[in-house]
């Protein structure tokens, strides 16, 4: 269940930065929150992140048994932990931010979503 949670969760990530490559005004919820609109090198950088997170979303559906397994179980539990304590350290890092949309929008987004990962993985 958490790994659907977290899937879920992160599709919601995935969108928006998506949204925020394509140059929408959302900004300041991701990468410090310092760009209203993401300057074209920051654009770059959100299309290689969303790549990172559709992979990590693969990683935790096929952690909790709802796809089939791209990589052996111990490659998928290790990916799994990897992700978790990623996106530990993104809470930390969206905690610290200046901006106030993303310390106080995405720090609980990416705490629960890294709390949906250590769960599945701990439970593999």
Same mark, same amino acid.
């Given at each position: 269940?958490?790994? *659907? *949670?977290?899937? *879920? ?44 997170? *559709? ?17 052996? @179980?111990?490659?998928?539990? @290790?990916? !799994?932990?990897?992700?978790?304590? @990623? ?16 310390? @106080? ?10 709390? !949906? ?8």
């Amino acid at each position: 269940m958490f790994a *659907i *949670i977290g899937a *879920i969760l992160f599709l919601v990530i995935v969108i928006m930065t998506v949204l925020v490559a394509l140059g929408l005004p959302l900004g300041e919820f991701t990468m410090g929150g310092q760009h209203k609109v993401l300057p074209n090198k920051f654009r770059i950088m959100a299309l290689v992140s969303v790549a990172m997170q *559709i992979f990590a979303m693969v990683i935790v559906l096929q952690a909790g048994g709802f796809i089939t397994l791209w990589f052996s @179980y111990k490659i998928t539990k @290790y990916f !799994c932990f990897f992700f978790a304590a @990623y996106l530990s350290l993104n809470t930390i890092m969206n905690l610290m931010s200046q901006s106030k949309k993303e310390k @106080y929008v995405m720090t609980p987004f990416s705490l629960i979503v890294a709390m !949906c990962y250590w769960m599945t993985a701990f439970q593999m």
